[in-house]
């Protein structure tokens, strides 16, 4: 089997994992689907998680993942400010506060050079594999890109896009067209109060039309064409039907992607998504952005800076230490309390089922010691996301793209 | 499996044409190449069948020849056959005495007066087929005779026996004595 290329356009991690789905069977192998590959891309704003899943003739699920950096100082369109500095994420451009200090503001403005240089340097990774035209390619985008929002709609009434259009646009000041992806809000517990309800909740997922086919288009003339394009919500969905125990499917469980962006919470239920809530507090942002801001960091030495104050190994004489873990602590109760909230929302929809486990996604729980401070601040349990097999695993920061390499392997 | 799909519906369709341009670019080649393949294997297999074919036609060819060959022989022999009969019934009618029995008669008509000197029979044994037509052999008859008249008679007697189909005069008269009227003269008869 070839190996993806860890060298190759600055790639830095490397993880190899068999899985042996025997328990969840997909019935007769046939010879055209011996070597089913599929491909999942974790567009986030730092770094871009790549995973590849590979069923062999032997039905194992071979999961290789890689990470490569979303953006470089020269890929940045920055009309404002110039050339940004190294580490800048992708989406987002350096803004200068009131008192001077640069910050970084989200914005869905990817720029289209950029993404065709990380489409490149994706293709650079996974490109030297003999069957790349065959692979089912899904790609997510992170959720700085992307508005989740609940939406009333007259009931027994065809959801009207153009109207849903109106409402996000208006809400997030954003006129451009949209893709949106409408779907049934799941309340099972006020069904019957809903009965006399006019109107009904809907779901809506949606990204600017501009970047999906930017991004689709990219990774197109790259000879990798995305078949979906899956919304962060859905994908924690997925991640945590990769990990939850069969006996438990019928428990409450919830997972967190806890990453450059917005917190995300999704809470599962007897295998459908019950709840999803996108939290204000406690991200990887924020975590950083003290070192960011004081020491005038970028964000990939401000997560270095991060994971180094964290080591528990680490004797504290230093006072920059000491306030970046007071800021840590700082950030991980106002997130602790975000989802305590929403975690009593979820116990009071689901009465009498058990909540059962909080699993941490994304790159903030690969961070050593940020998922115990943060679980020593729950009521539930919380563990990091984590495929594992007897020799090897495949960490939480890959979650996501994994999830959509599982979901490719069952497209194939 | 929890999915939604943002991609444009514009570019999952563009997508989709472009694989299916992709696989059908790889596979109309291959198809093409199977073809002629095909066609050429066919045609090869074809004109094998045909020279082996042509080789057991040809095998069957030489019995036909024989048998050609023997009816001709056949044909040939018949022939053949029905010639020696027709020599044999020849011979039966144009035996010697017959000739012999028509001089003994004219001997007698003429009264004694008719002397046959020499008779000479040739008979054509392989006769061609332009002597075939002419005559199968012919008898040489010398004889002596008083005067021209009896010459005369004797040879329209013999032609009036029907056994030849040409008499003719084979030398002149001559006078076997210029004292008597004898003469000598050679008759050539066909038959």
Known sequence: ?412 | MHKVNLLPPTATQRFRQKRTVVVWGKLLPVIILTMLLTIGWGQSTAARIKAQIEGQLSLTQRPTEIRQVHQDLKAQFRALNRMQTEQVELRSRFSPLVVVQLLHQLKQDFNGKLQVTSIDFVEQCQPSSASKASSNGHVTLQMIVDGTTNCSDSMQRIREAGLFCDVKLGSALELVDPNSEALRFTLRCEF
């Not at chain 1, 009498?352 to 401070?373: C, N, P, R, S, Y």
């Not at chain 1, 959509?404 to 392997?409: K, M, R, T």
Request: proline share 4%; hydrophobic share 40%; with cysteine.
């Open chain 1, 1 to 412: 089997m070839s190996k993806l290329e860890p060298q190759a356009s600055g790639a830095s991690v490397v993880s190899k994992l068999t899985i042996n789905p025997k328990s969840k069977s997909r019935g007769p192998c046939r010879w055209w689907r011996k070597q089913s590959s599929s491909l999942g891309i974790d567009f986030g704003q730092i770094n871009t998680k790549i995973v590849i899943a590979e069923r062999s003739s032997t039905q194992d699920v071979v999961y290789q993942a890689v990470t490569i950096p979303t953006s470089t100082s020269t890929l940045v369109e920055d009309h404002n400010t110039g050339v940004p500095p190294e580490g800048t994420p992708l989406g987002e451009r350096r803004v200068r506060n009131s008192t001077g200090v640069a910050s970084i503001a989200p914005t869905t403005n990817w720029s289209k050079r950029a993404l065709r240089e990380l489409a490149s340097r994706i293709n650079q990774v996974v490109g030297t594999r003999e069957n790349i035209h065959a692979m089912d390619v899904s790609v997510m985008m992170s959720m700085s890109t992307c508005d989740y929002r609940t939406i009333y709609v007259p009931k027994n009434a065809r959801v009207n896009t153009a109207g849903l259009q109106q409402t996000i646009s208006a809400a997030i000041e954003d006129k451009r067209a949209r893709c949106i992806a409408v779907v049934p809000g799941y309340d099972h517990q006020s069904k019957e109060n809903q009965a006399d309800e006019k109107q009904t909740k809907v779901r809506c997922f949606s990204l600017p039309e501009d970047l999906a086919w930017t991004v689709a288009q990219q990774l197109d003339e790259v000879g990798l064409s995305p078949s979906t394009m899956n919304g962060l919500p859905w994908c924690i969905a997925n991640a945590l039907e990769m990990v939850i125990p069969v006996e438990e499917k019928s428990l409450v469980h919830v997972g967190l992607d806890w990453s450059y962006g917005e917190p995300t919470l999704v809470s599962l239920v007897n295998g459908q998504i019950d709840y999803i809530r996108c939290l204000s507090n406690g991200s990887l942002r924020e975590l950083t952005s003290r070192a960011a801001d004081d020491f005038g960091m970028s964000p990939t030495e401000a997560g270095r800076w991060l994971a180094h104050c964290m080591q528990s190994t680490n004797v504290v004489v230093d006072s920059a230490v000491i306030e970046t873990r007071d800021w840590v602590c700082e950030v991980c109760m106002r997130l602790a309390k975000e989802i305590s909230t929403a975690l009593e929302f979820i116990r009071w929809r689901n009465q009498g089922v058990k909540l059962q486990t909080i699993w941490v996604m994304g790159g903030a729980a690969h961070i050593e010691g940020l998922v115990e401070h943060l679980a020593s601040q729950v009521s539930s349990a919380v563990k990091p996301w984590c495929l594992s097999s007897e020799s090897s695993s495949l960490s939480s920061e890959y979650a996501l793209a994994a999830s959509l390499a599982w979901l490719g392997q069952h497209h194939a």
